[in-house]
């Protein structure tokens, strides 16, 4: 891995594969790192992937977490300023996909591209609100290790591995306590994306979800899609929250023939 020194003084780690073509920043999910993009990182061909630990997680877990996500897109800015990158495209999936709305809000001239898997442009309703106020009581109370098996069996499609099921809970449980509070008060708080969707026509958007996503199903990605001028809508066959894992041939296909077609593409 490789480290910069962000404006505000904290480091963050991030791994870079691949030289020359399309940059492709990959932000990774919650409670997550950068390891979920490793097949498609092994596999893009044309890419320069560039795929950081947010502040707070991974190998960036000594850094404090942003209490919002405009801090994160902020951190993804700087990070491309200190590679010397212009523009890019920009690919987030579940928080990753709420980072990269705010990167839209304040960074859109960065923009090559959008790919936006396995997330959703609503705010959280009442309930949710609710639910996540509970996870930050009982992660300070009770630790980070049940929050992690609760979530871990929502990830995922039936037909998941076990191996797998148990190294990304594993992963998630090495969160540090303060991390999956402030993530998860960024999430609760994060604004109504809705109305960004109409607003990019003029960057192309690659949509992406699970076929049995539980956590934002296939009907949200529909409309998301629907609601994005020209936007592409892929459902993974057999996948759940996790398709960049859990079906890795063919999201990296569907990212792939997307790259492909960029008018900086090969």
């Not at 987030?92 to 997330?119: C, K, N, P, W």
């Not at 290790?145 to 990304?168: E, N, Q, S, Y």
């Amino acid at each position: 891995m490789s480290t910069i020194t962000l404006p505000n003084g904290h480091p963050l780690e991030y791994v870079e594969v691949g030289e020359g073509g399309i940059p492709l920043l990959l932000v990774h999910g919650y409670p997550l790192d950068q390891s979920m993009w490793k097949p498609q990182m092994e596999e893009l061909e044309g890419v320069r992937c560039i795929a950081p630990d947010l502040r707070g997680f991974g190998a960036s877990c000594f850094s404090p977490s942003p209490s919002t996500l405009s801090e994160h897109a902020d951190d993804l800015a700087a990070l491309l300023d200190a590679l010397k990158i212009e523009r890019a495209v920009v690919a987030g999936l579940s928080m990753g996909g709420y980072i990269a709305f705010e990167f839209v809000r304040r960074h859109r001239e960065r923009l090559l591209g959008l790919i936006l898997l396995d997330t959703s442009p609503r705010p959280d309703d009442e309930a949710t609100r609710a639910a996540r106020n509970t996870t930050i009581e009982r992660v300070a109370s009770e630790g980070v290790g049940p929050i992690a098996l609760a979530l871990g069996a929502k990830l995922f499609a039936d037909g998941v591995t076990r191996k797998m099921r148990d190294t990304v809970i594993s992963l998630m449980a090495l969160t540090p306590r303060e991390s999956i509070i402030a993530a998860s008060t960024a999430i609760r708080d994060r604004a109504d994306s809705r109305d960004l969707l109409p607003t990019l026509a003029n960057t192309p958007t690659l949509v992406v979800v699970g076929s049995e996503d539980r956590l934002t199903p296939p009907d949200v990605a529909r409309a998301m899609a629907a609601a994005i001028p020209g936007a592409t809508l892929v459902e993974i066959d057999g996948a759940g929250h996790l398709p960049t894992l859990e079906r890795p041939t063919e999201t990296t296909a569907a990212m792939q023939q997307f790259l492909d077609r960029l008018p900086a593409g090969r």
